[in-house]
């Protein structure tokens, strides 16, 4: 911006001492001196206002020589912000569409509404890989400014969603506005990928079931959700100050997190007492999920640890990290 400035302010200086030269050397109003300095310095030449004397004829060579250096140099610094301007706006969406290729085991995000941008921001807070599809001009500029990864297409579309990455995505989030699109693009990516998980907003209740029809591993409706939070704000208010801070925030450093044992773990085969995970680690094992899909709440020490279960535990920071490491 600083050199097309600086040419368009040499392109104005030249411009005023053309008509005052015009003016002065040769007599002319200004009106006509201006006209004059226009079609010298853009060389078109046609039909002088009258014959100049050599005086003017060597002012005239001057402003001739002077304009084209200028306009040479205007148009050149144009030309090349539009060019550079292009090709980085080109190359850059060809070097995100790369890694977006590239990702494996991520999450692919279908708006990015009120809805989509919380769940990046969560995403972007946790490490986990994603890319979003949204084709809105403002979600856009927003998704450029936080650095997210994007395809500015239609979620709706088979080849969209493969762009993205599904047949090597752990799921997909359907977060647009229209409950309509939500389960088209539910049923989309369920006949690309049968075995992907889905997890679907609704905007209206009734569209639930529409959504579990389609194919959604679980459904979500905010507005459902938002006003029993708020009921249970009034009903229970110590419940709801500790799952918050529990689950949404990190203030006083206590956090509920689950953590999936693997099979090669050294936990596979011992209980809760010889695991020794609240001595050495502090946490409280709020639940067990067992591979099967069983939950058991408040599990006794005796409970045998097994491959592939999840546990929710509720411990500080720190001690959750060195945890999973061992898991």
Do not use: W
């Not at 002077?66 to 301007?85: D, H, K, P, Q, S």
């Not at 650095?147 to 493969?162: F, G, N, R």
């Amino acid at each position: 911006m600083k050199k097309l400035r600086l040419s368009f302010t040499l392109l104005f200086c030249t411009i005023a001492v053309g008509i005052l030269g015009f003016h002065f050397i040769e007599g002319f109003s200004y009106f006509e001196a201006l006209y004059m300095t226009v079609i010298t310095i853009s060389t078109v030449g046609f039909q002088e206002v009258r014959p100049l004397s050599v005086p003017g004829r060597i002012f005239t060579m001057i402003i001739i020589s002077t304009g084209i250096m200028i306009g040479a140099y205007t148009i050149g610094t144009l030309v090349r912000m539009f060019i550079e301007g292009e090709l980085s706006k080109t190359f850059g969406r060809r070097k995100v569409e790369k890694k977006i290729s590239e990702l494996k085991d991520h999450y692919i995000i279908c708006g990015y509404g009120r809805i989509g941008s919380l769940v990046c921001k969560e995403l972007q807070e946790h490490n986990k890989d994603f890319a979003v599809i949204e084709n809105n001009p403002s979600a856009i500029e927003r998704m450029e400014a936080n650095k997210v990864l994007y395809l500015s297409q239609d979620a709706t579309v088979e080849e969209t969603l493969i762009e993205a990455g599904i047949m090597h995505a752990r799921g997909i989030v359907t977060a647009v506005g229209s409950d309509a699109d939500n389960v088209f693009i539910t049923l989309t990516a369920k006949g690309l990928r049968p075995d992907i998980f889905i997890l679907a907003r609704a905007s209206d209740e009734k569209d639930e079931i529409k959504l579990k029809r389609a194919g959604a591993t679980r459904v979500v409706s905010p507005y459902l959700i938002g006003g029993k939070r708020m009921a249970q704000v009034l009903i229970k208010p110590t419940v709801v100050d500790f799952i918050d801070l529990a689950v949404m925030e990190n203030n006083i450093g206590l956090r509920m997190e689950e953590c999936r044992i693997k099979p090669k773990s050294h936990l596979v085969g011992k209980n809760l007492i010889e695991s020794n995970l609240r001595k050495e680690y502090g946490v409280i094992i709020v639940l067990i999920k067992k591979h099967g899909g069983e939950m058991i709440f408040n599990p006794q020490s005796t409970e045998i640890l097994e491959a592939d279960d999840i546990l929710v535990v509720l411990g500080r920071h720190e001690d959750m990290r060195r945890m999973s490491e061992i898991m």
